[in-house]
Nanobody, 119 residues
């Protein structure tokens, strides 16, 4: 069983930056970030393999950077030049396989951390 705990969310003005963290208990596998904006479906942001290979949703490229520190069992999401439309609850996910962007392919989920971007 893997437990995931996100942190780092908060209220930031547009144009600012935030770094989210996700700490995993137990074995660490492929990890990823998703987000769910108010009234919208949860969407894929990025994923990173245990070896550090990254993949981003097209709309997230450029401003977001995913990384991980396996020794600390921690994954990060550096978010720059934030926009009001980035307002969402950001979720950490993990899976022992090779998960796709689909929600159903991820086995473990965190509780989420809320990010609010003011204009």
């Amino acid at each position: 069983q893997v437990q995931l705990v996100e942190s780092g969310g908060g209220l930031v003005q547009a144009g600012g930056s935030l770094r989210l963290s996700c700490v995993a208990s137990g074995l660490t596998f492929t990890m990823g970030w998703f987000r769910q904006a108010p009234g919208k479906e949860r969407e894929f942001v990025a994923r990173i393999s245990r070896s550090g290979i990254t993949y981003y949703a097209d709309s997230m490229k450029g401003r977001f950077t995913i990384s991980r520190d396996n020794a600390k069992r921690t994954m990060y999401l550096q978010m720059n030049t934030l926009k009001p439309e980035d307002t969402a609850v950001y979720y950490c996910a993990s899976d022992p396989g090779s998960p796709s962007q689909g929600l159903g392919s991820w086995r473990y989920w965190g509780q989420g951390t809320r990010v609010t971007i003011s204009s």
